[in-house]
């Protein structure tokens, strides 16, 4: 490491220097690297909002194994060796968190070659930092610009405040309505669920709601203490959990209700990413935990309110089905390898990293993250599984424009944007941290509702209702 002051943890930056300033790739590889030739550093992230990270792209026709290729930066002293077993299918990317070997300054170089350290595979060099992301558009053969954070996944080409060109309208009425009665929520409403005749709605004051059906919208239900929501606590009896987002496994609310929270309301200022499992039998006013899986330490580190906000649950049998690559094997995936485990794989979005993170729970407390997916948004608010269309929703709030990207599992067994939709023309631009898609069962006339959570309760409300073809 150089003198001048680089890398991970770093304290105050130079100011971040807008895209207008000069990015170049760096040359192109020499001819004894032509094996390699699909293989290029995609994206380069030098900020401090995640580690350090230099992300890699097959945009060849076939499969690399690139386990022990160098990547450096702009001192050959700088070495980071890609770890044993890693492959890059055609399509794939795949980021590395460099931050424990060497830092990446404002006037820098991301540098790959090949094991023997000599051999220039691809690079590319730039004169300020990233903002958020050094990114080439289009993925592996374009110029290198400022772009939203999308490590692991598809860049963001529209710049640092939008995602890719191209969004089309929303696919159902453009038309919006309220959903709740006034003020029955106030503000922090964020991730929804439905189970049938029943919204599950978590509260980032640490309160989760049951909500029931109320004419076209719902309302609070008034039984077994659920009037006014249900405090949550962590396992231990104390504590407040951030709760962002809400999800059920295929047992439904019975085999238990799980909760996403990016931190607890008593130490505000420390990130605690975990998932929390509820039991929500019976008619106490305060639930407590059965179980916690606290994943934060296998996370990218950020910002204590910039963690979980939304969790989703997906069945192995859809995902072995598509044929689902577990990132952590780099093979098929195959439940078996982790024992008693929900029967599905729980993915979470991360508001700081623009990122989706699957990961295995098991019964034992353990898990295994086995998926990275970039949004190509500016930050992740929700994430949803649609079960008869076998996709995953990832949804943005007003800080892209209320944006929404649906994926499913590609040929390269990786979950892949395939559709970027606006929001509906008739909705505003809100603080939108909660959707939920209704069930195939609800189509009438070709379309089926969906429900939305505002998160600033504007207007007085907090839920509004939609409309999605089936």
């Excluded at 890609?82 to 890059?88: E, K, N, Q, R």
């Excluded at 860049?155 to 696919?171: E, F, I, K, L, Q």
């Excluded at 504590?239 to 496994?249: H, K, M, N, Y």
Aim: proline share 5%; hydrophobic share 35%.
């Amino acid at each position: 490491m150089t003198a001048r002051t680089r890398g991970w943890g770093r304290g105050p930056r130079l100011a971040l220097i807008a895209p207008l300033l000069a990015a170049w790739v760096f040359q192109a590889a020499p001819a004894q690297a032509a094996p390699a030739d699909g293989i290029r550093v995609n994206e380069v992230v030098t900020t401090g909002s995640v580690p350090d990270s230099v992300e890699l792209y097959n945009k060849g026709t076939a499969s690399v194994d690139v386990s022990g290729w160098i990547l450096k930066d702009d001192d050959d002293g700088s070495r980071y060796k890609v770890p044993a077993g890693t492959t890059l299918a055609p399509g794939a990317f795949r980021a590395f968190d460099v931050h424990g070997s060497f830092g990446i300054g404002s006037a820098d170089k991301a540098r790959l070659y090949l094991p023997d350290g000599t051999t220039l595979v691809d690079g590319f060099s730039w004169t300020g930092h990233s903002a958020p992301s050094w990114s080439r558009c289009p993925d592996g053969a374009g110029a290198f610009g400022a772009a939203a954070l999308t490590l692991g996944g598809p860049n963001a080409c529209g710049g640092p405040g939008g995602g890719t060109p191209g969004a089309v309208a929303w696919p159902g009425g453009g038309q919006v309505a309220t959903a709740d009665g006034s003020n029955v929520f106030g503000e922090d409403l964020s991730g929804l669920r439905q189970e049938g005749g029943v919204l599950w709605a978590a509260q980032n004051s640490g309160r989760l709601w049951r909500l029931v059906k109320d004419g076209s919208g719902w309302k609070p239900d008034t039984a077994n203490g659920w009037s006014k929501g249900k405090a949550l606590r962590f396992p231990s009896g104390s504590g407040s959990p951030d709760s962002e987002g809400v999800t059920l496994t295929g047992a439904g609310s019975a085999g238990g209700v799980y909760v996403a929270s990016e931190r607890d309301g008593d130490a505000s200022g420390t990130s605690r990413l975990s998932v929390l499992r509820y039991d929500t039998a019976g008619t106490a006013g305060t639930l407590t935990a059965a179980k916690e899986w606290n994943l934060t330490s296998g996370l990218p580190s950020v910002g204590a309110n910039l963690g979980f906000e939304g969790i989703t649950w997906v069945p192995d049998a859809a995902l072995t089905g598509a044929g689902f690559k577990d990132a952590s094997t780099g093979a098929a995936y195959d439940p078996a390898r982790y024992g008693a485990h929900t029967g599905g794989v729980f993915f979470l979005g991360v508001e700081g990293t623009a990122t989706v993170y699957g990961y295995v729970l098991a019964d034992s407390g353990a898990f295994t993250r086995i998926a990275t997916v970039g949004s190509g948004m500016s930050g992740v608010m929700e994430v949803q599984w649609e079960p008869g269309a076998e996709r995953l929703w990832v949804v943005c709030d007003d800080t892209c424009g209320g944006q929404h990207r649906t994926f499913r599992v590609n040929a390269s067994g990786v979950f892949a944007v395939t559709a970027v939709l606006d929001r509906p023309s008739g909705m505003s631009d809100l603080n939108n941290e909660g959707f939920s898609v209704s069930g195939a069962e609800e189509c009438v006339g070709g379309a089926k509702p969906v429900y939305w959570s505002d998160d600033g309760n504007t207007g007085g409300h907090a839920l509004r209702r939609g409309t999605l073809s089936c």
